[in-house]
């Protein structure tokens, strides 16, 4: 069984249990995903695995969303805004659509980080260019964007194995 | 005030800040990029407080949920303009070199002659 088809399962445990209450509540929904993703991550821990990294993904996201916006905040209503602004080039380990949308977004979304372009390089490879309103050090922030981003997003969608090698 | 009223009045007024705050970095930074990511933070932040606001006041309805239905969705679309923005503004040129201090990019994608027809 594939984590897409899991995936779905859960879905369709949703709509299941939503449709066999009473009363049409939009709760319900929530309600009945979670008791469906119990099931499924009982008989199956890699979705189980899988879910949670999202969840704890996201988690994350909003957390660095709020905090940087306080930082962009802050840097805004400075007396002078000390803009230290430029673009580097991140090499990704991220192949498919799925996981380079999902990172571009994720980057953008984050006040003070901004995707501007991918490149597709000869060798295959791809290479994101990233826009930073706060440098700082340059090639630290390369190494926090495919710590703290990439890794987490490969966490989901690969496995916490984080195989090179792309799965079903 | 019950503690429905006062968390809808503070998530609005946080949301509300934020736009404003979104409004004084349009006016104050110099140039395109660091104006884009102003603008972003009144999408993303001030919007979403907003709507968890009205979540809030409308508990009773169960409007909650929609709420984040659509602060995800708004999340989730909101980036690819703001991406494809930036790529244009980069492309015809009308930053460079005056306010970035590492450009990797410059070498890579942009072939010289090209920006100077834009930016002329």
């Known amino acids: 069984m594939t984590i897409r088809f899991s995936l779905l399962l859960n879905f369709l445990a949703a709509i299941v249990w939503a449709s066999l209450q009473p009363v049409a509540e939009s709760q319900n929904y929530v ?9 499924l991550a009982v008989f199956q821990p890699e ?4 879910v949670g990294a ?8 909003l957390w660095s969303i709020v905090v940087s916006s306080i930082q962009v905040a802050k840097l805004i209503l400075s007396r002078s805004p000390p803009l230290d602004q430029g673009i580097i080039a991140i090499p990704l380990r991220a192949e498919t659509a799925l996981e380079i949308a999902t990172l571009a977004t994720a980057i953008t979304l984050t006040p003070g980080t901004l995707s501007v372009d991918v490149k597709l390089d000869g060798d295959g490879g791809r290479t994101l260019f990233v826009h930073s309103l706060k440098l700082g050090d340059a090639e630290a922030l390369k190494r926090d964007i495919q710590t703290e981003f990439e890794d987490r997003i490969l966490r989901f969608t690969r496995g916490a194995n984080r195989k090179l090698h792309l799965e079903d | ?51 968890l606001g009205a979540g809030v006041y409308f508990w009773n309805d169960n409007l909650l ?9 708004i999340f989730a679309t909101s980036p690819i303009s703001t991406s494809a923005m930036a790529r244009a503004a980069y492309r015809t040129g009308s930053t460079r070199p005056l306010h970035l201090r590492v450009d990797e990019m410059q070498e890579e994608t942009i072939d010289p002659s090209d920006v100077a027809n834009h930016t002329s």
Request: proline share 1%; hydrophobic share 65%; net charge positive.
């Open chain 1, 47 to 50: 979705y189980g695995r899988r």
């Open chain 2, 1 to 51: 005030m019950t503690l429905q009223e006062t968390t809808t009045v503070v998530l609005a007024a946080i949301g509300v800040i934020f736009m404003l705050i979104s409004a004084v970095g349009l006016v104050r930074l110099p140039d395109v990029f660091s104006r884009m990511h102003a603008a972003g933070k009144a999408t993303t932040v001030g919007v979403s407080c907003l709507l």
């Open chain 2, 65 to 73: 949920l929609r709420a984040v239905v659509l602060i995800a969705l």
């Open chain 1, 54 to 61: 999202t969840v704890a993904f996201v988690i994350f996201l």
């Open chain 1, 31 to 39: 309600v009945g995903f979670v008791i469906g993703f119990i099931v």
